[in-house]
């Protein structure tokens, strides 16, 4: 799969010319570097201002562009105004030609552009999904049979509407489910000081007044939260957090228990976690138990009412996906 440029701009370039191209035409042609490293290299002094993990993406696109694709492989782009996919054949490895096609995209293939086009709407679900990937370069292998039967017979779409829900269901969930994992993950680099912050944060958008201890012995508590600002109102939450690796067990919930106050209700976060015998306290005791899962569930559910100093430090994005 290779993308006609940020906004689509290249398809009549392309079919005109039969050509395919991709552009970042500063790192200049990448057949005179050795190695994908050496091509880093030349990376990291020209975009020194990007995101190392996008100079990475864009390295490994420009490599696989350029050393990955040969005479005879079969190639697609997607036009955006129409809903359908051109499908065409190599005919020429990369060259590079800042001459041809448009400067910006110096890097390129010739490509055979076959006149059938391959409506999306009667591509199965999962491809849809492979395809909607926003890299530049990518391979689609496990789609390439399905391709050409739609190419040669566009009514071989067998995919029943259920199977189409299904598909789309799933997709869905592994959206969410990767980004939930990398919540997970963010969570996970903060300090244990910045993880107090991020739940006093929580639960003043949940409607609390916040109280964190400071650094030093904290007996046993971390956060106090409190429904008014004099904290006389009930119920009145004290909290521990524990961010590490190992399990919290039930010396550290008890501990949390004997605090003061006393009469308060208890919330322990351990974002590792908790041991058998915790769990058994907790429950005898009515202890409420957060780990890392739950924790990221309830920090989506709340974040938009979270200060903006918490969500400084875990900055994330909303994003919109079909019911």
Not at 66 to 88: A, F, L, N, P
Not at 152 to 162: E, H, I, L
Not at 249 to 259: I, N
């Amino acid at each position: 799969m290779i993308r006609a440029g940020d906004n689509n701009e290249l398809l009549p370039v392309w079919e005109k010319e039969g050509i395919a191209s991709i552009g970042w035409p500063s790192l200049g042609n990448p057949k005179e570097y050795r190695s994908v490293d050496d091509l880093k290299k030349k990376a990291d002094e020209v975009f020194e201002e990007k995101n190392p993990r996008s100079r990475s993406s864009w390295v490994n696109q420009v490599w696989r562009f350029s050393h990955k694709i040969g005479q005879g492989d079969r190639v697609i782009t997607y036009s955006k105004e129409k809903r359908e996919y051109m499908i065409g054949t190599v005919s020429e490895d990369h060259f590079y030609d800042k001459t041809v096609g448009d400067f910006h995209y110096p890097n390129h293939i010739r490509v055979n552009w076959e006149d059938n086009r391959i409506a999306r709407d009667i591509l199965p679900q999962g491809a849809k999904n492979s395809l909607g990937s926003t890299l530049t370069v990518f391979r689609v292998d496990e789609w390439g049979e399905t391709f050409e039967q739609l190419l040669n017979n566009p009514a071989a779409s067998s995919q029943s509407d259920s199977d189409e829900e299904t598909a789309e269901e799933d997709a869905i969930k592994d959206i969410m489910g990767i980004a939930l994992g990398m919540i997970e993950d963010k969570i996970d680099h903060l300090d244990p000081w910045e993880m107090q912050k991020l739940i006093a944060g929580l639960l003043v958008a949940m409607g609390y007044y916040a109280e964190e201890s400071g650094k030093g012995p904290d007996g046993g508590i971390d956060v106090l939260a409190y429904k008014d600002a004099f904290g006389f109102q009930k119920p009145i939450i004290k909290t521990q957090v524990k961010h590490r690796k190992d399990k919290a067990g039930s010396k550290e919930v008890q501990q949390l228990l004997g605090a003061h106050p006393m009469d308060a209700n208890c919330l322990f976060i351990s974002t590792g976690g908790f041991s058998s015998s915790a769990l058994k306290v907790a429950n005898q005791y009515s202890v409420k138990l957060i780990n890392l899962e739950q924790l990221v569930k309830l920090i989506v559910e709340w974040y938009e009412n979270m200060p903006h100093e918490t969500k400084a430090l875990l900055p994330l994005k909303k994003m919109y996906v079909p019911e």
